[in-house]
Protein backbone atom coordinates (compact mmCIF):
# COMPACT_ATOMS: atom_id res chain seq x y z
CA UNK A 1 0.00 0.00 0.00
CA UNK A 2 2.67 2.21 1.22
CA UNK A 3 4.81 1.73 -2.28
CA UNK A 4 1.61 2.04 -4.36
CA UNK A 5 1.04 5.60 -2.78
CA UNK A 6 4.68 6.57 -3.21
CA UNK A 7 3.70 5.58 -7.01
CA UNK A 8 0.81 7.92 -7.28
CA UNK A 9 2.62 10.98 -5.32
CA UNK A 10 5.80 10.37 -8.28
CA UNK A 11 3.64 10.02 -10.90
CA UNK A 12 1.55 12.80 -10.19
CA UNK A 13 4.55 14.80 -9.85
CA UNK A 14 5.47 13.59 -13.51
CA UNK A 15 2.19 14.57 -14.40
CA UNK A 16 2.72 18.09 -13.22
CA UNK A 17 6.24 18.57 -14.72
CA UNK A 18 5.63 17.12 -17.72
CA UNK A 19 2.52 19.83 -18.40
CA UNK A 20 5.55 22.47 -16.41
CA UNK A 21 7.82 21.93 -19.39
CA UNK A 22 5.65 22.23 -22.02
CA UNK A 23 4.35 25.14 -20.63
CA UNK A 24 7.62 27.09 -21.75
CA UNK A 25 8.33 24.96 -24.78
CA UNK A 26 6.04 27.90 -26.69
CA UNK A 27 8.46 30.58 -25.58
CA UNK A 28 11.34 27.76 -27.14
CA UNK A 29 9.27 27.51 -30.11
CA UNK A 30 8.60 31.42 -30.93
CA UNK A 31 12.48 32.25 -30.37
CA UNK A 32 13.66 29.52 -33.25
CA UNK A 33 10.85 30.20 -34.97
CA UNK A 34 12.36 33.71 -35.65
CA UNK A 35 15.48 31.97 -37.12
CA UNK A 36 14.05 29.34 -38.81
CA UNK A 37 11.26 27.74 -41.13
CA UNK A 38 8.69 25.60 -38.74
CA UNK A 39 9.33 22.32 -40.85
CA UNK A 40 12.88 22.61 -40.29
CA UNK A 41 12.82 23.34 -36.50
CA UNK A 42 10.85 20.09 -36.16
CA UNK A 43 13.39 18.28 -38.33
CA UNK A 44 16.27 19.55 -35.86
CA UNK A 45 13.98 18.95 -32.95
CA UNK A 46 13.48 15.41 -33.20
CA UNK A 47 16.91 14.41 -34.90
CA UNK A 48 18.70 15.70 -31.65
CA UNK A 49 15.91 14.21 -29.25
CA UNK A 50 16.94 11.09 -31.42
CA UNK A 51 20.39 11.56 -30.59
CA UNK A 52 19.74 11.58 -27.37
CA UNK A 53 17.56 8.70 -26.97
CA UNK A 54 20.57 6.85 -29.17
CA UNK A 55 23.31 7.96 -26.20
CA UNK A 56 21.05 6.87 -23.63
CA UNK A 57 20.54 3.48 -25.08
CA UNK A 58 24.15 2.93 -25.67
CA UNK A 59 24.88 4.11 -22.30
CA UNK A 60 23.52 0.57 -21.18
CA UNK A 61 21.23 1.89 -18.02
CA UNK A 62 17.74 1.57 -20.68
CA UNK A 63 16.87 -0.73 -22.92
CA UNK A 64 14.72 -2.47 -25.88
CA UNK A 65 12.85 -5.26 -26.26
CA UNK A 66 9.83 -5.83 -28.38
CA UNK A 67 9.91 -10.06 -28.40
CA UNK A 68 6.58 -11.41 -28.30
CA UNK A 69 4.96 -7.70 -27.61
CA UNK A 70 2.25 -5.59 -29.64
CA UNK A 71 4.51 -3.90 -32.02
CA UNK A 72 1.71 -2.85 -34.07
CA UNK A 73 -0.14 -1.08 -30.72
CA UNK A 74 2.66 0.64 -30.12
CA UNK A 75 4.12 1.84 -33.33
CA UNK A 76 0.57 3.27 -33.81
CA UNK A 77 0.89 5.07 -30.27
CA UNK A 78 4.19 6.51 -31.43
CA UNK A 79 2.24 8.07 -34.72
CA UNK A 80 -0.76 9.55 -32.32
CA UNK A 81 1.94 11.49 -30.58
CA UNK A 82 3.88 13.38 -31.40
CA UNK A 83 3.29 12.85 -35.44
CA UNK A 84 -0.55 13.11 -36.03
CA UNK A 85 -0.77 15.39 -33.01
CA UNK A 86 1.67 18.09 -34.41
CA UNK A 87 0.16 17.59 -37.76
CA UNK A 88 -3.30 18.73 -37.09
CA UNK A 89 -2.17 20.81 -34.63
CA UNK A 90 -0.21 22.90 -36.94
CA UNK A 91 -2.79 22.57 -39.60
CA UNK A 92 -5.51 23.73 -37.21
CA UNK A 93 -3.53 27.02 -36.12
CA UNK A 94 -2.78 27.85 -39.71
CA UNK A 95 -6.39 27.58 -40.85
CA UNK A 96 -8.05 29.25 -37.72
CA UNK A 97 -6.41 31.26 -35.10
CA UNK A 98 -4.11 30.20 -31.84
CA UNK A 99 -7.14 31.47 -29.47
CA UNK A 100 -9.37 29.48 -31.64
CA UNK A 101 -6.89 26.83 -31.32
CA UNK A 102 -6.29 26.77 -27.76
CA UNK A 103 -9.91 26.74 -26.74
CA UNK A 104 -10.09 23.65 -28.92
CA UNK A 105 -6.71 21.61 -27.54
CA UNK A 106 -8.27 22.03 -24.26
CA UNK A 107 -11.20 19.70 -24.75
CA UNK A 108 -8.28 17.08 -24.79
CA UNK A 109 -8.80 16.18 -20.85
CA UNK A 110 -12.35 15.74 -21.85
CA UNK A 111 -11.94 13.38 -24.94
CA UNK A 112 -9.42 11.36 -22.67
CA UNK A 113 -11.90 10.59 -20.19
CA UNK A 114 -14.54 9.54 -22.19
CA UNK A 115 -12.15 7.35 -24.42
CA UNK A 116 -10.66 5.40 -21.33
CA UNK A 117 -13.92 5.45 -19.72
CA UNK A 118 -15.19 3.33 -22.99
CA UNK A 119 -12.03 1.62 -23.87
CA UNK A 120 -9.74 1.32 -20.09
CA UNK A 121 -13.01 0.70 -17.71
CA UNK A 122 -11.75 3.34 -15.56
CA UNK A 123 -14.71 4.80 -13.72
CA UNK A 124 -14.77 8.89 -12.45
CA UNK A 125 -17.46 10.53 -10.32
CA UNK A 126 -19.36 13.61 -11.43
CA UNK A 127 -17.51 15.36 -8.92
CA UNK A 128 -14.12 14.96 -10.35
CA UNK A 129 -15.54 14.91 -14.09
CA UNK A 130 -16.83 18.64 -12.73
CA UNK A 131 -13.89 19.47 -11.62
CA UNK A 132 -12.44 18.75 -14.99
CA UNK A 133 -14.80 21.24 -17.08
CA UNK A 134 -13.67 23.81 -14.29
CA UNK A 135 -10.15 23.51 -15.63
CA UNK A 136 -11.02 23.56 -19.20
CA UNK A 137 -13.38 26.40 -18.67
CA UNK A 138 -10.08 28.56 -17.39
CA UNK A 139 -8.10 27.00 -20.41
CA UNK A 140 -10.95 28.28 -22.94
CA UNK A 141 -10.96 32.14 -20.68
CA UNK A 142 -7.35 32.18 -21.40
CA UNK A 143 -7.21 31.26 -24.89
CA UNK A 144 -10.24 33.84 -25.56
CA UNK A 145 -8.69 36.30 -23.64
CA UNK A 146 -5.58 36.09 -26.63
CA UNK A 147 -5.78 38.38 -29.05
CA UNK A 148 -4.96 36.62 -32.49
CA UNK A 149 -5.49 37.42 -36.20
CA UNK A 150 -6.96 34.23 -38.78
CA UNK A 151 -10.42 33.26 -40.52
CA UNK A 152 -11.71 30.28 -38.81
CA UNK A 153 -12.06 27.84 -41.47
CA UNK A 154 -13.91 24.44 -41.30
CA UNK A 155 -10.99 22.90 -42.49
CA UNK A 156 -9.31 24.22 -39.97
CA UNK A 157 -11.38 22.71 -36.91
CA UNK A 158 -11.40 19.73 -38.14
CA UNK A 159 -7.35 19.49 -37.71
CA UNK A 160 -8.01 20.65 -34.79
CA UNK A 161 -10.29 18.03 -33.62
CA UNK A 162 -7.75 15.26 -35.37
CA UNK A 163 -5.32 16.61 -32.68
CA UNK A 164 -7.41 16.64 -29.96
CA UNK A 165 -8.68 12.64 -30.74
CA UNK A 166 -4.87 12.14 -31.44
CA UNK A 167 -3.86 12.87 -28.39
CA UNK A 168 -7.01 11.20 -26.63
CA UNK A 169 -6.14 8.03 -28.47
CA UNK A 170 -2.22 8.20 -27.50
CA UNK A 171 -3.06 8.57 -24.10
CA UNK A 172 -5.17 5.42 -24.09
CA UNK A 173 -2.92 3.56 -25.91
CA UNK A 174 0.24 3.98 -23.52
CA UNK A 175 -1.71 3.20 -20.88
CA UNK A 176 -2.81 0.18 -22.65
CA UNK A 177 0.43 -0.65 -23.23
CA UNK A 178 2.02 0.36 -19.74
CA UNK A 179 2.20 -3.25 -18.88
CA UNK A 180 4.32 -4.59 -21.77
CA UNK A 181 6.27 -1.67 -22.72
CA UNK A 182 8.71 0.44 -20.51
CA UNK A 183 8.52 4.84 -19.97
CA UNK A 184 11.36 4.46 -22.01
CA UNK A 185 10.73 2.33 -24.94
CA UNK A 186 7.24 4.29 -25.64
CA UNK A 187 9.22 7.13 -25.60
CA UNK A 188 12.15 5.88 -27.52
CA UNK A 189 9.50 4.69 -30.53
CA UNK A 190 7.85 8.53 -30.30
CA UNK A 191 11.13 10.11 -30.74
CA UNK A 192 11.78 7.53 -33.94
CA UNK A 193 8.78 8.40 -35.48
CA UNK A 194 8.78 11.89 -35.03
CA UNK A 195 12.73 11.89 -36.60
CA UNK A 196 11.35 9.88 -39.32
CA UNK A 197 8.42 11.72 -40.50
CA UNK A 198 9.46 15.50 -39.37
CA UNK A 199 12.50 14.95 -41.99
CA UNK A 200 10.62 13.87 -44.43
CA UNK A 201 8.23 16.59 -44.14
CA UNK A 202 10.89 19.26 -44.59
CA UNK A 203 12.68 17.13 -47.25
CA UNK A 204 9.53 17.17 -49.29
CA UNK A 205 8.61 20.96 -47.94
CA UNK A 206 11.84 22.64 -49.29
CA UNK A 207 13.40 20.55 -52.08
CA UNK A 208 16.54 21.47 -52.61
CA UNK A 209 17.22 24.16 -49.98
CA UNK A 210 16.33 21.20 -47.26
CA UNK A 211 20.42 20.31 -46.52
CA UNK A 212 21.25 24.38 -46.51
CA UNK A 213 18.59 25.15 -44.19
CA UNK A 214 19.29 22.24 -41.64
CA UNK A 215 23.24 23.24 -42.04
CA UNK A 216 21.94 26.63 -41.19
CA UNK A 217 19.86 25.75 -38.32
CA UNK A 218 22.24 23.30 -36.98
CA UNK A 219 24.91 26.19 -36.85
CA UNK A 220 23.01 29.07 -35.61
CA UNK A 221 22.61 29.35 -31.99
CA UNK A 222 19.24 31.78 -32.22
CA UNK A 223 18.00 27.94 -33.37
CA UNK A 224 19.67 25.40 -31.86
CA UNK A 225 19.73 26.81 -27.96
CA UNK A 226 15.97 26.97 -27.78
CA UNK A 227 15.53 23.54 -30.18
CA UNK A 228 18.10 22.11 -26.88
CA UNK A 229 15.38 22.65 -24.76
CA UNK A 230 12.50 21.57 -27.02
CA UNK A 231 14.62 18.10 -27.46
CA UNK A 232 16.14 17.16 -24.88
CA UNK A 233 13.35 18.71 -21.99
CA UNK A 234 10.51 19.15 -23.72
CA UNK A 235 11.04 15.93 -25.87
CA UNK A 236 12.66 13.10 -23.99
CA UNK A 237 11.99 14.27 -20.72
CA UNK A 238 9.01 15.46 -20.92
CA UNK A 239 8.12 12.54 -23.08
CA UNK A 240 9.31 9.80 -20.14
CA UNK A 241 8.13 11.41 -17.24
CA UNK A 242 4.52 11.60 -19.27
CA UNK A 243 4.90 8.11 -20.60
CA UNK A 244 5.90 7.15 -16.46
CA UNK A 245 2.44 8.86 -14.89
CA UNK A 246 0.36 7.45 -17.87
CA UNK A 247 1.57 3.89 -16.10
CA UNK A 248 0.88 4.71 -12.51
CA UNK A 249 -2.62 7.55 -12.58
CA UNK A 250 -5.97 7.42 -14.18
CA UNK A 251 -6.04 9.21 -17.45
CA UNK A 252 -8.52 11.44 -16.03
CA UNK A 253 -6.23 13.08 -13.35
CA UNK A 254 -3.34 12.97 -15.96
CA UNK A 255 -4.76 14.86 -18.82
CA UNK A 256 -6.45 17.01 -16.26
CA UNK A 257 -2.28 18.55 -15.99
CA UNK A 258 -2.42 19.48 -19.92
CA UNK A 259 -4.49 22.84 -18.33
CA UNK A 260 -1.65 23.82 -16.59
CA UNK A 261 0.22 24.25 -19.56
CA UNK A 262 -1.24 27.72 -20.44
CA UNK A 263 -0.99 28.93 -17.03
CA UNK A 264 2.55 28.44 -17.38
CA UNK A 265 2.58 29.78 -21.08
CA UNK A 266 1.22 32.95 -20.20
CA UNK A 267 2.77 33.67 -17.12
CA UNK A 268 6.03 32.90 -18.62
CA UNK A 269 5.39 34.90 -21.52
CA UNK A 270 4.60 37.87 -18.95
CA UNK A 271 7.59 37.53 -16.56
CA UNK A 272 10.50 36.59 -19.66
CA UNK A 273 8.95 38.26 -22.43
CA UNK A 274 7.60 41.25 -21.56
CA UNK A 275 3.86 39.83 -22.76
CA UNK A 276 0.85 41.96 -21.26
CA UNK A 277 -1.36 40.43 -18.68
CA UNK A 278 -5.60 40.55 -18.00
CA UNK A 279 -7.59 40.40 -14.39
CA UNK A 280 -9.62 38.02 -17.31
CA UNK A 281 -6.47 35.68 -18.23
CA UNK A 282 -5.90 35.33 -14.12
CA UNK A 283 -9.27 34.32 -14.02
CA UNK A 284 -8.69 31.82 -16.29
CA UNK A 285 -5.73 30.47 -14.40
CA UNK A 286 -7.30 30.37 -10.99
CA UNK A 287 -10.32 28.03 -12.09
CA UNK A 288 -7.58 25.95 -13.80
CA UNK A 289 -5.57 25.44 -10.30
CA UNK A 290 -8.46 25.05 -8.70
CA UNK A 291 -9.93 22.17 -11.24
CA UNK A 292 -6.44 20.38 -11.00
CA UNK A 293 -6.44 20.74 -7.18
CA UNK A 294 -10.17 19.41 -6.88
CA UNK A 295 -9.14 16.78 -9.53
CA UNK A 296 -6.05 15.17 -7.97
CA UNK A 297 -6.55 15.25 -4.43
CA UNK A 298 -10.22 13.58 -5.11
CA UNK A 299 -10.86 10.11 -4.07
Known sequence: MEIQKDRTKSATLAALGTCVIYGFSFMASRIALQHA???IMLAIRFL???LVMLLLLASGRFR???KGKPVGRFLLM??????IYFIGETNGINFTSSSFAGILIATIPVATAMLSAVFLHEK???RTFGWIIC???GAFIISAAQTSSGAIQLKGILWLLVAVISA???YVLSRSASDVFTPFERTFIMMFLGWVCFTVQAAVTHGKDFIPLMKSGLTDLNVMLPILYLSVISSVVAFM???YSVTYLELARITVFENVIPVISVAAGVLLLGEPFSPVQLAGMALILLGVYKVTTSD
Open 135 to 137: SVI
Open 124 to 126: MSL
Open 78 to 83: GLCQPV
Open 241 to 243: LQN
Open 48 to 50: VAM
Open 64 to 66: IDL
Open 168 to 170: AVF
Open 37 to 39: PAA
